[in-house]
């Protein structure tokens, strides 16, 4: 199967290392085997993952149908596959986060055995009150929840079990062996009702490849060239996993950042990224310093807050110099909230739109505060949280009993006109026909649906600025963000109390900061529900100087910003994309996405290498003759 939407030829390796810098090119050519590259925020990560396996395939020491990529996001998943299809790679890597690759193989395994394939729980506080019975508690279930998770991916050791009772607060609920009881009916009623939950998916897994050396060799069989993307977010459970997808010698390429290792929390241990344990082989090491994402200002500021923290960082801005980064001091919360909205707006006057801003805040709570109070302010915000309605869809096209019926719902919602895009029920019926359109055989109904929705469907809403806390921005990117709360008791939060916690709430804090790659404000609170804050201690000093606000720079104020939905160009983007869509049987935004016709709109390359900028050489290099042509046909200026 080829992922080529044109009939070009593939790329060779040598446009496949077209365009990088030494450092990234010595990662992608590195010899086969145990590679870690440790990359720096906004070093180009995703793009050394993809090239590596495209030049693998290239250089035929690597077979595209054998080879993996992990990573821990729907959304890097989904980048991920858009840019290896634009290599024209004659087969199919499989790309997957750790969940959705354990889904896999376990229904792998349900077919070959004859068993029902696994189908993930949907709401798991029900299994619990149902396996804990008259000794449940209705305010403890949402704690017993976490405790399972947090002994479940530390392989439910001794250690794990009583460090999961006392992060939970359950240690003076129950003692181990009460807990051990109680997982052991919990897993007994998920036997009976046929499903799994999401620690599941990868203990499994684990538990059969030990057990069946059959299924153990079949999974290394299938996936002989393994990436991992994120490398310092492993925890002992994924690592477990991936110790056992691999052969013997490993062919494995990781790639990561020690400073970017913030979930502790969450069982993550990056001392496994940096020690790679059990695998009887000694790794080849690049580093990626370079940041081609932040300017040197965002870099100098996200530098110095990590080392203000006592910890080291090594990161080179490739960009030009740009906007002082802005520390701004408010009265209270209420002074925040204006000072936000006014940041924002400055911003999305100078970018253009705002879709490429972002509100970072370091709990949840402070995002439904500001979410709130943006759009009381008719600033447009986009979310992934979901509400009542999205809760009803799903359970509306879950409860469907077959392929045909889940057909049927999805239809009558896309094709009546009766729903508006952007509605709960629009949204999910897409993803509906999306999943049948990935699911074309087999057994498929309404509960297959909710296991892939969960684990494999990158469910990002569209508009508006993004509201969201520091964990939740991990791995994203937007051309102006505003950190706001970077005060006592949310930076470094009030629950750190030891140096490993406070050292990680620095990396947190860094991680937020290189969130921006063009305009960085951060805010705080001197008073906050009555009582008295003071900025973060890891802020530079100097951050209690206010920059004056004098709006975007005149050369900005006085470019012309035409509304690029009624430019022709815009059409005959989306008609060439359309098109290619068609020949090549792949999703729209699998060839350009939105984004990319934007800014191929407002910047009319008129050279390969210009349009190299936007999208990426490979591509740029295969498809750019006909791209410029669309763009560039006479009577367009």
Known sequence: MRLDPTDSPAATAEEIVRGLDPDQEAAVTAP????????????????????????????????????LAITFTRQAATEM???????????????????????????????????????????????????????????????????IDHAAVRLMTPRGIEDALSQSGLHREMKSD???????????????????????????????AREDRRFLASMRHQFRHVSVDEAQDMNPLQYEFLRLLLDDPADLFVVGDPNQAIYGFNGADSTLFDE???????????????????????????????????????AVSCRPGGRPVSYLPCEDETHELRVIATE???????????NQLAVLVRVNALADTVTKDLESRGIPVRSNRRGPGWSAAVAQATSQTSRDGLSIWSSDILDSGDYEPGT????????????????????????????????????????????????????REWWGVVVASAETGYLPHSSARSAAQKAEEARLGYVALTRAASDLVVTWSTSRRGRSRSRSPWLAVEAERRLSRQGPPAEVRERPRADTADDPL??????????????????????????????????????????????????????????LAVINRPGRT
């Open 344 to 354: 924002l707006t400055r911003m999305q006057q100078t970018c253009g739109t705002w």
């Open 570 to 627: 815009v059409a005959a983007l989306r008609e060439w994309r359309d098109a290619a869509a068609r020949r090549s049987g792949m999703s729209a935004n699998g060839i350009l996405t939105d984004r990319h016709i934007k800014e191929l709109v407002r910047t009319r390359p008129r050279t390969v290498e210009a349009l190299a900028d936007v999208i990426d050489m490979a591509f740029a290099t295969r498809h750019g003759e006909s791209l």
């Open 276 to 314: 790679l344990p059990g695998l009887g082989t000694g790794a080849h090491v690049v580093s990626l310093p370079s940041n081609y994402r932040c300017t040197p200002q965002v870099v100098d500021a996200a530098s110095r807050l990590l080392r203000s923290a006592g910890q080291t960082v090594e």
């Open 32 to 67: 086969v085997g145990v590679v870690v590259v440790r990359a720096g925020a906004g070093s180009g990560k995703t793009t050394v993952l993809t090239r590596r396996i495209a030049w693998r395939v290239a250089t035929n020491t690597a077979s595209p149908d054998h080879a």
């Open 178 to 208: 009460e807990f051990r009881a109680a997982v052991a009916r919990y897993d007994a009623v998920k036997r009976r009702r046929g499903v799994v939950d999401t620690n599941d998916l990868i203990a499994h897994v684990v538990r059969d």
């Open 424 to 475: 709960s029920e629009h949204d999910l019926a897409t993803f509906v026909r999306r999943f049948l359109d990935e699911n074309r055989g087999g057994a498929v109904d309404g509960r297959a649906f909710g296991s892939w929705l969960l684990t494999s469907a990158d469910q990002q809403d569209v508009a508006g600025v993004e509201v969201m806390t520091f964990h939740a921005a991990k791995g």
């Open 81 to 147: 596959r858009t840019r290896l299809r634009r290599f024209g790679i004659d087969g199919q890597p499989s790309v997957h986060t750790f969940h959705a690759l354990g889904l896999r193989l376990l229904t792998q395994r349900a077919a070959d055995l004859g068993r029902q394939k696994p189908l993930v729980v949907t709401d798991r506080l029900a299994l619990l009150r149902q396996a804990l019975g008259k000794d449940a508690k209705q305010s403890l279930l949402p704690q017993m929840a976490g405790a």
